[in-house]
């Protein structure tokens, strides 16, 4: 399969560190032969994905800020003016107050509600719509999902609320943008050991509840959502927009624990 993806040139957007689903996904990528671009949120964060972006070939960072107008004005602006255009665009961000993600959801707060729709479901139509300027013969634009956004998840709380609306924003962009040739898909993998999962209460149980119950007894690798993200990226996914492809060995079409775990 190597090849998948050469000519083809992209933007990474969310990569915290080398655990992050975001850097498996960008590591399949390039893997396959595409040119890739990061963007990152702060020095800090800069510092982290530098190296990461580095060891891939990768020169172009780009810092933006998806709750500042003129932040992400200026990265794409910037995108345009080095490569003029791209063929696809991985957002893998998302934010809620921690402290929210381990009490009971009917205490969210309205300032917490609105950050976490605006930065886990809005920024993605935001850069979409930049990104939909930048891709004149189509493309991919991909996000991710979990699946507390149509079934209660401990813990998960306003996350689930804001996923639910990333899952249809998805479904509207795919009519939006489906006659410009752009697909606009999600990914919704199972509970993971990453910076943004260890966010929510009750984590480290969810993880070894989903593997050890899993119809594969496992959880989702970085290899196996970056092998999802190629298909989906590639020529392969020509006729697939508007879906959410669920990686999480299984999981989801279970009704209740395996029997030796009842």
């Not at 991909?142 to 507390?148: A, E, I, K, P």
């Amino acid at each position: 399969m190597a090849g998948l993806m050469t000519g083809k040139r992209g933007l990474i957007m969310g990569v915290a560190n080398d655990r992050s689903i975001a850097w498996g996904i960008a590591q399949a990528l390039a893997a396959e032969g595409a040119d890739l671009a990061f963007t990152y949120q702060g020095e800090a964060f800069g510092k982290r994905v530098e190296p990461l972006a580095a060891s891939l070939g990768a020169t172009m960072l780009i810092e933006a800020d998806v709750q500042d107008d003129a932040s992400l004005d200026g990265a794409f602006a910037r995108l345009g003016a080095e490569w003029g255009s791209i063929d696809f665009l991985v957002h893998a961000i998302a934010y809620s107050d921690k402290a929210e993600l381990a009490g009971r959801f009917i205490h969210t707060s309205r300032e917490n509600f609105r950050t976490s729709l605006t930065i886990s479901c809005f920024s993605f139509i935001d850069v979409a719509r930049r990104a939909a300027a930048l891709m004149p013969d189509g493309g991919t634009l991909l996000t991710l999902s979990y699946q507390g956004s149509t079934r209660v998840t401990p813990f998960y709380n306003v996350m689930g609320v804001a996923k639910a609306a990333l899952e249809a924003s998805v479904r509207y962009l795919a009519n939006d943008l489906g006659p410009q040739g752009i697909r606009v898909n999600a990914i919704s993998p199972g509970p993971m050991k990453t910076l943004a999962g260890a966010a929510i209460g009750g984590a480290r149980k969810t993880f070894r509840h989903t593997e050890a119950n899993a119809p594969l007894r496992r959880n989702a690798t970085l290899e196996s959502i970056g092998g999802t993200a190629v298909y989906l990226a590639s020529d392969y996914g020509a006729c697939t927009t508007g879906e959410v492809i669920t990686v999480d060995s299984g999981y989801h079409v279970l009704g209740m624990p395996q029997p030796e775990n009842l």
